[in-house]
């Protein structure tokens, strides 16, 4: 069990301890630590005689031991399934390691650029990547890991922020009734699709968890892995106008069904998944708020004019969810 401080839990992570970490685990380092960027976590990249590794410090009490090793399985499955996913290494057996107070897991470095996805053939690739993974993903199911709802992106969302008095006075109403209609809309929307098929997802799938080299795609962090709608791990790969992202999606998904069947009432959740994501997101920074780093990172979450932008966001959102995006011809 981790003994670090909630209000600061990698207080106690200093250079000397990620690498003390890294050595017990069998690894002989030559003294580089390079942190990369993570907020969630803490990950560094760390040199060894004979080449480099990346080590994740997991964020103390976030998830179980259970629910990482979900995580780690799922990869692990992917690559044995030949899917270009970065999967933790095994020490004696374990991915899941302890050491210092912290749980971490160890990983083999792959480099590579942020995918740009600006050509068809581009969208393609990705869409057959994440085909490829679904189609591994509906072999089993997680049993501790989170699934996508709107209760736990939503309402929990909600209710962190109100009751930790993160809006202005002056915009505590207005933000209560948007976010009130917003939520309800969304619930109307995920009834009006049905029942969909719940499977394991990455969960987080946006161009920062993706490097690209001249071999293609690969996924690097699986750590927000849940089960949830296929459509979640297209969609944050959408950007531009709506004829834009229309035309993308048509490109992700034909690469998509050459590996996975896609059950095209998923497309009206689009929208209503975004909403979602834009509560989360914004809990997500309050809820981490007493981390040192988040408001070195995220300064300006402390002034007025976030908190007034962002309840215009919650409008134009909601007037979004009324024009659902469709499949370009």
Same mark, same amino acid.
């Given at each position: 069990?981790?003994?670090?401080?909630?209000?600061?839990?990698?207080?106690?992570?200093?250079?000397?301890?990620?690498?003390?970490?890294?050595?017990?685990?069998?690894?002989?380092?030559?003294?580089?630590?390079?942190?990369?960027?993570?907020?969630?976590? @803490?990950?560094?990249? &760390? %040199?060894?005689?004979?080449? +480099?590794?990346?080590?994740?410090?997991?964020?103390?009490? !976030?998830?179980? $031991?259970?629910?990482?090793?979900?995580?780690?399985?799922?990869?692990?499955?992917?690559?044995?399934?030949?899917?270009?996913?970065?999967?933790?290494?095994?020490?004696?057996?374990?991915?899941?390691?302890?050491?210092?107070?912290?749980?971490?897991?160890?990983?083999?470095?792959?480099?590579?650029?942020?995918?740009?996805?600006?050509?068809?053939?581009?969208?393609?690739?990705?869409?057959?990547?994440?085909? @490829?993974?679904?189609? &591994? %993903?509906?072999?089993?199911? +997680?049993?501790?890991?989170?699934?996508?709802?709107?209760? !736990?992106?939503? $309402?929990?969302?909600?209710?962190?922020?109100?009751?930790?008095?993160?809006?202005?006075?002056?915009?505590?109403?207005?933000?209560?009734?948007?976010?009130?209609?917003?939520?309800?809309?969304?619930?109307?929307?995920?009834?009006?699709?049905?029942?969909?098929?719940?499977?394991?997802?990455?969960?987080?799938?946006?161009?920062?968890?993706?490097?690209?080299?001249?071999?293609?795609?690969?996924?690097?962090?699986?750590?927000?892995?849940?089960?949830?709608?296929?459509?979640?791990?297209?969609?944050?790969?959408?950007?531009?106008? !709506?004829?834009?992202?229309?035309?993308?999606?048509?490109?992700?998904?034909?690469?998509?069904?050459?590996?996975?069947?896609?059950?095209?009432?998923?497309?009206?959740?689009?929208?209503?998944?975004?909403?979602?994501?834009?509560?989360?997101?914004?809990?997500?920074?309050?809820?981490?708020?007493?981390?040192?780093?988040?408001?070195?990172?995220?300064?300006?979450?402390?002034?007025?004019?976030?908190?007034?932008?962002?309840?215009?966001?919650?409008?134009?959102?909601?007037?979004?969810?009324?024009?659902?995006?469709?499949?370009?011809?």
């Amino acid at each position: 069990m981790s003994t670090a401080d909630p209000q600061a839990p990698y207080a106690n992570l200093l250079p000397d301890t990620v690498i003390d970490c890294v050595e017990q685990a069998g690894f002989h380092c030559n003294g580089s630590i390079h942190a990369l960027n993570s907020y969630e976590n @803490r990950v560094y990249q &760390i %040199g060894l005689d004979d080449g +480099f590794v990346v080590t994740k410090f997991y964020r103390p009490g !976030r998830w179980s $031991d259970a629910a990482i090793l979900e995580e780690h399985q799922f990869a692990l499955e992917l690559a044995a399934a030949e899917v270009p996913v970065v999967a933790p290494l095994a020490v004696a057996g374990d991915t899941l390691l302890q050491h210092g107070g912290f749980r971490f897991a160890v990983f083999p470095r792959r480099g590579g650029r942020w995918p740009e996805l600006g050509t068809r053939d581009e969208r393609l690739w990705m869409g057959r990547f994440i085909g @490829r993974i679904h189609a &591994i %993903g509906r072999v089993s199911e +997680f049993a501790d890991r989170p699934r996508l709802s709107i209760e !736990r992106f939503g $309402d929990e969302s909600v209710e962190v922020l109100l009751d930790g008095d993160w809006l202005p006075d002056h915009l505590v109403t207005g933000y209560e009734s948007i976010v009130s209609d917003l939520l309800d809309a969304i619930e109307q929307i995920f009834i009006g699709v049905g029942e969909y098929r719940e499977q394991r997802i990455h969960g987080d799938c946006h161009r920062g968890n993706v490097l690209w080299t001249d071999d293609g795609p690969h996924f690097v962090d699986l750590d927000d892995c849940m089960s949830g709608p296929a459509v979640q791990d297209l969609w944050l790969f959408l950007s531009g106008s !709506r004829d834009e992202m229309s035309g993308q999606l048509r490109d992700l998904l034909e690469g998509y069904s050459q590996f996975s069947d896609f059950d095209y009432r998923e497309l009206r959740l689009i929208e209503a998944l975004r909403g979602l994501r834009i509560i989360h997101y914004t809990a997500w920074i309050a809820r981490r708020w007493s981390d040192p780093a988040f408001p070195r990172a995220f300064p300006w979450f402390a002034e007025n004019k976030y908190w007034e932008e962002h309840v215009l966001t919650l409008r134009e959102q909601r007037a979004a969810l009324d024009e659902p995006l469709q499949v370009g011809a």
